[in-house]
């Protein structure tokens, strides 16, 4: 069955920088645009950024774009975020996402259970 | 871009039916058909419930219903059962690169 497994999170301090990973399995991890949906902590969904099944196009929310950057490695059935610049308001759990659909944004069928990034000095 | 206008809390008995709406502009809900429902229980990652205004994906009971009126979508959820207790929300696609979420809405079965 489809599987994402985030890890990476923690403790940072402003300012600093943490990359996000997302293990994929149980389909055609190539196949999908994937994207990075963020919660602050008793708060609601935010989307983060979006990554089409081959590496481009790319796309960002305007409250991370210069600060944050998606990659993905296909070979690796693995998702990443590159998280600089970090502040107070990045302060949120991270879920890897499947983004499937007609056009990126469409709809989220699969999440993983999520990454927690606590920015605090 | 403002994110989408959904009513904080909603509730309804065991047996009955809620509706939860989802406001936003033609620029977003009213231009797409492109509008979708998650569930999220606390403590755990949000579930796909509707896609696509009124698409439900497999394994989700068909109590769950999605609908569309000019710029405000619904999700209507019949029969209410003590498990569909739950935060609700709702996206909209809103052009490229924007993508819109609703504030959430607290469902309390009573």
């Known amino acids: 069955q489809v599987q994402l497994v985030e890890s990476g999170g923690g403790l940072v301090k402003p300012g600093g920088s943490l990359r996000l990973s997302c293990a994929a399995s149980?389909?055609?991890?190539?196949?999908?645009?994937m994207s990075w949906i963020r919660q602050a902590p008793g708060k609601g969904l935010e989307w983060v950024s979006c990554?089409?099944?081959?590496?481009?196009?790319?796309s960002y929310a305007d409250s991370v774009k210069g600060r944050f950057t998606i990659s993905r490695d296909n070979a690796k059935n693995s998702l990443y975020l590159q998280m600089n610049s970090l502040r107070a308001e990045d302060t949120a759990v991270y879920y890897c996402?499947?983004?499937?659909?007609?056009?990126?944004?469409?709809?989220?069928?699969?999440w993983g259970q999520g990454t927690l990034v606590t920015v605090s000095s | 871009q403002s994110a989408l206008t959904q009513p904080p809390s909603a509730s309804g008995s065991p047996g009955q039916s809620v509706t939860i709406s989802c406001t936003g502009t033609?620029?977003?809900?009213?231009?797409?058909?492109?509008v979708s429902w998650y569930q999220q229980h606390p403590g755990k990652a949000p579930k796909l419930m509707i896609y696509?205004?009124?698409k439900r994906p497999s394994g989700v009971p068909d109590r769950f219903s999605g609908s569309k009126s000019g710029n405000t979508a619904s999700l209507t959820v019949s029969g209410l059962q003590a498990e569909d207790e739950a935060d609700y929300y709702c996206?909209?696609?809103?052009?490229?690169?924007?993508?819109?979420f609703g504030g959430g809405t607290k469902l309390t079965v009573l």
């Open positions: 996402v499947i983004d499937r659909g007609a056009v990126a944004g469409d709809y989220f069928e699969h």
């Open positions: 990554i089409s099944s081959s590496g481009t196009p790319i």
């Open positions: 149980g389909f055609t991890f190539s196949d999908y645009y």
């Open positions: 033609s620029s977003d809900v009213g231009g797409y058909n492109y």
């Open positions: 996206t909209s696609y809103a052009g490229r690169n924007n993508l819109l």
């Open positions: 696509e205004v009124s």
